[in-house]
Structure formats: structure tokens, C-alpha cells
């Protein structure tokens, strides 16, 4: 979506290897999230931002942290890649209650 | 535990029908809703929304129906068309209950699969 890049698309590890993903904006929203999306799942939060170093967990946060040190970057890290985190990430970015805009999602697979 | 529901999987329509996406939610601070739609490989997009003082929002093709005492909301779309073959996610979030620290977390379903066949 225009104003929010996710990197890489598509990427493929080994179990146990860190694993950073990016999401960048252009829009200067405050809000920033990490989802992902599993089959009978839906979309589940990973963690937000709220705003320059400010991060909490949402409900799936285990394995995951996170950084913002930009308000246009939010870093997703993997600290130790596993199988069970073979997922779809969406980024998403809101500034205020009414509603997200989406990333394109990347695709990760742990091998 | 999941908070907003879908319980219908998948939905197959026929072109220029009416179709009914369902959701049901269990938080009754939830006031503010919304419907995102999914094309594989795209993230999801929004739709409609609509806020708890509302029972109906209409958008063209697409309305929300919310019905508080049930904890349910639908969204209807007529008539269909093959474009809106998709997954449908409705979602739900506390505003009045936030705070400026929360992030205004949308609690998402798992989506429903629409298929509209020609």
C-alpha cells in the first residue's frame, strides 16, 4: 500500500537463525503494529508502537521483539527462527482510532 | 481466547446476489467495528466501518448491520460481483475504554472466504 513498505517479501531460513522483517511508512502515523496470519487463525497481534521507543506486546508476542527508534521504522526480530513461526507478517500503521492501513505482508518460511 | 468471531469459513454467491458475512463478538466494550477485505498475497484493505451509536452504515454496494443486544454484526453486499471474491475480516477495537498508549488494537476474526461465481 502507498505510505507502507514491508521488507523482504518473501524470505526463507533455517531454524534457530535471527530473523529481522521491516515495515516503513511515509505518512508519520503514531501507531504502528505487527501482525501475523495463520490458516484458522486470522490476523493476530505481535506487538504495537505508539510511538519512538515505545512498544508493548499483544497477544502472540512470544519468540518476537521489536524496535522503534524511527517513527517511520518499526523493526519484527526472530531471535531464534522456529518452525512454528512459518507465518504471513502484516504491518499495519493507524494515527488515530479509526482503522489501519495494511503493508503488502511478507511471507516467511523456517526451515 | 477469541473475542470476534466469524464462524462461517467460507461463502459461495451467485453473481449479482446478496451476500452475508457474520461476526459475533463476546467484549462489551468493544464500540467501534470495522470489515477489512483480503486478495492473496495483498494485505488487507478496509472497507466499511461503524461505530456502537450506529445500528446501520452504507457504502454503495456494502452496508453493516450492528445489532448490540446480540453482540453481532453482518456485512451485506448487493449485488455481487466476482471482484468481491475475497477474504472478508471483520474486526473490532475499545475506543472509549483506550488510552493513547494502547494502540487502539483491533481484535480481528478469521476471516471468511467469499466466492462469487458468475
Known amino acids: 500500500d502507498a505510505g507502507i513498505t514491508q521488507s523482504p517479501r518473501h524470505k526463507v531460513t533455517e531454524t534457530g537463525t535471527p530473523v529481522t522483517l521491516r515495515c516503513h511508512q511515509t505518512e508519520n502515523h503514531r501507531y504502528m503494529y505487527w501482525y501475523r496470519q495463520d490458516p484458522g487463525h486470522g490476523l493476530r497481534l505481535i506487538h504495537y508502537?505508539?510511538?519512538?521507543?515505545?512498544?508493548d506486546k499483544g497477544e502472540v508476542s512470544d519468540g518476537y521483539s521489536v524496535s522503534r527508534s524511527k517513527t517511520e521504522d518499526f523493526l519484527l526480530t526472530l531471535e531464534s527462527a522456529t518452525s512454528s513461526q512459518t507465518s504471513v507478517y502484516f504491518c499495519a500503521i493507524s494515527e488515530n482510532t479509526y482503522g489501519y492501513t495494511f503493508g503488502s505482508g511478507t511471507r516467511l518460511t523456517v526451515v | 481466547d477469541q473475542q470476534v468471531k466469524q464462524n462461517s469459513p467460507s461463502l459461495s454467491v451467485q453473481e449479482g446476489r446478496i451476500s452475508i458475512l457474520n461476526c459475533d463478538y463476546t467484549n462489551s466494550m468493544f464500540d467501534y467495528f470495522l470489515w477489512y477485505k483480503k486478495y492473496p498475497a495483498e494485505g488487507p484493505t478496509f472497507l466499511i466501518s461503524?461505530?456502537?451509536?450506529?445500528d446501520k452504515n452504507e457504502d454503495g454496494r456494502f452496508t453493516v448491520f450492528l445489532n448490540k443486544s446480540a453482540k453481532h454484526l453482518s456485512l451485506h453486499i448487493v449485488p455481487s460481483q466476482p471482484g468481491d471474491s475475497a477474504v472478508y475480516f471483520c474486526?473490532?477495537?475499545?475506543?472509549?475504554?483506550?488510552?493513547?498508549?494502547?494502540?487502539?488494537?483491533?481484535?480481528f476474526g478469521k476471516g471468511t472466504s467469499l466466492l462469487v461465481t458468475p
Open positions: 508502537s505508539y510511538g519512538v521507543k515505545d512498544t
Open positions: 461503524i461505530s456502537s451509536i450506529k
Open positions: 474486526a473490532a477495537s475499545a475506543r472509549s475504554s483506550a488510552n493513547s498508549n494502547s494502540g487502539y488494537a483491533l481484535n
